[in-house]
């Protein structure tokens, strides 16, 4: 049975977790409007990896008999400076997760909840690994500058991107 203060924790992180679904989904729309179908197809996936973040955790509850609460739609911003502002935003809001993402372990360690400690490390895992990937694309788009021409390489940097994730993907067992 799960303590109703780690229940309500759960239920801000599944909110966090939706946020950035939708917040991703708006940057895919943006990129699109822009031309960028390598963007778009990026940010596209990884609205739909948020989504199953918090669909994770709505599960969780589910087998430890908590109630899940599925948060109003927030609207994210519709348009952004540039696609390394673009980045950057993004960095910082996964930077906010990990965050999150500690407290609620500090929590589950206060609570003695092992079973929630336990749940939470495949978000630890993850987390390291949004942040370095946003880190190398926000040092890529660094390295290749801004202006209307860079754009293009961008783009062709993100497809990829995408392209080596959907790889892996594809080669995890049972996929
Ligand atoms: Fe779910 O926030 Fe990162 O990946």
């Known amino acids: ?23 991703y989904l708006a940057m895919a729309a943006w990129c699109d409007q822009q031309g960028l179908a390598g963007c778009t197809q990026f940010m596209r996936r990884q609205s739909d990896e948020e989504r199953d973040h918090m669909l ?16 109003a739609l927030q609207k994210p911003p519709t ?42 490390q495949w978000y630890v895992e993850e987390q390291r690994e949004e942040e370095e ?12 500058g801004s202006g209307a021409r860079s754009l293009y390489y961008i783009d062709l940097e993100l497809e990829k991107i995408n392209q080596e994730q959907l790889a892996a993907a594809a080669a995890e067992p049972g996929a």
């Not at 049975?1 to 917040?23: F, W």
């Not at 929590?107 to 929630?116: G, I, Q, R, T």
């Not at 990937?133 to 290749?144: A, E, G, P, S, V």
């Open 79 to 120: 348009t952004f400076k540039s696609v390394q502002s673009m980045f950057e935003l993004v960095y910082n809001h996964e930077q906010k997760v990990t965050k999150s993402i500690f407290k609620l372990l500090e929590l589950s360690d206060l609570e003695k909840d092992y079973s929630a400690e336990n749940f939470l």
């Open 56 to 71: 994770r955790i709505v599960d969780y509850l589910f087998t430890v008999d908590g109630k899940a609460i599925i948060p």
């Open 1 to 23: 049975m799960i303590s109703t203060k780690m229940e309500g924790a759960l239920n801000k992180q599944i909110e966090l977790e939706s946020y950035a679904s939708n917040l």
């Open 133 to 144: 990937l946003m880190r190398n694309i926000l040092d890529k788009l660094k390295l290749i």
